[in-house]
């Protein structure tokens, strides 16, 4: 039947859903860009450091341990420079210390490569728990003041001489925000930053993220086959929403009854359903480093063959 052939096309990426509850409002748990599906061999151990709990207040003298890497090994401590991986929204994967374009590059420059993690990410806990209260000090404010007071101390630490030794910034998406901020918040102490994506105007309804979305899909595929049967597939779901939800129910294993979820939950099912297409143009091909090998050919061109 046409119409459980267009369902299907959403349903290639969400058939590993056991239920509603697992859907969430924007990108999924830890995006596509998971921790590594086998254990990850590297010679870059986890450091941790002596971070501020509040930088913006002097009498606050409360501090935690906030985790990082370190890969000295394409350094030259007499020519190189050190590039810093900020940490955003998820997890500092140890993959990303010794994989990427950015390790390309500090082969290279024969750069010092160190990645931050984020409060309140992985391991990197500044209070005891996520209440509110404590929930005050997760901030892009709180963040960019660490990797400021962290910069000091790792000169400090290397005594490496700041007229020589420069700092690179990197990051994507949010740490691509937090990238540029640092360059123009802190010129002192970063010198250049390489911002991917950075989503650096605010905006509530950001419908452009979405055009995006199509642009690539479209450019990829050299066709607008891939959008056109996307765009498609969503009307008919739209439709089966207004007239029989229980297909749409039993084809989503759905833990709730649309009949008793709010306004709310239905915004959160469909933003849930276009997030799998617009992480995988976000995540396109990144996300075969670190997933289980029956996963690793999840791209565009895969999926449009699979379509």
Request: with cysteine.
């Amino acid at each position: 039947m046409y119409l459980s052939f267009k369902i299907c096309i959403i349903l290639t990426f969400g058939v590993t859903v056991e239920c509603g509850k697992h859907f969430r409002l924007g990108r999924s748990s830890g995006g596509i860009l998971k921790a590594a599906a086998e254990p990850v061999r590297h010679n870059a151990p986890a450091k941790w450091f002596n971070q501020k709990l509040d930088h913006f207040t002097p009498t606050d003298m409360r501090t935690w341990k906030q985790r990082y890497f370190v890969n000295d090994s394409f350094y030259d401590s007499k020519h190189g420079h050190i590039f810093l991986m900020v940490g955003g929204e998820g997890e500092a994967n140890p993959l990303w210390i010794i994989n990427g374009t950015w390790i390309d590059y500090a082969e290279q420059f024969r750069a010092l490569c160190i990645m931050l993690e984020h409060r309140y990410y992985g391991a990197s806990h500044p209070t005891s728990d996520l209440s509110v209260k404590n929930l005050q000090y997760l901030s892009s404010h709180q963040a960019l003041a660490d990797v400021a007071n962290f910069i000091k101390a790792i000169n400090e630490e290397y005594k490496l001489d700041s007229n020589r030794v420069k700092w690179i910034a990197f990051g994507g998406s949010y740490p691509g925000s937090l990238a540029a901020w640092l360059r123009v918040k802190f010129p002192h102490l970063v010198y250049a930053s390489v911002s991917s994506s950075g989503p650096l105007q605010a905006k509530l309804n950001f419908n452009e993220y979405f055009q995006v979305v199509e642009q690539s899909l479209n450019a990829k595929t050299s066709s607008d086959d891939c959008v056109n049967s996307v765009k498609m597939a969503h009307k008919e779901l739209e439709a089966l929403m207004e007239k029989s939800t229980s297909i749409v129910e039993k084809n989503f294993r759905v833990c709730v009854p649309f009949s008793k979820a709010n306004s709310y939950d239905v915004k959160n099912f469909y933003s849930n359903i276009a997030d799998y297409f617009a992480e995988l143009v976000q995540y396109n091909e990144d996300n075969r480093l670190s997933v289980k090998p029956a996963y690793k050919n999840i791209t565009i061109n895969s999926q449009r063959e699979a379509i």
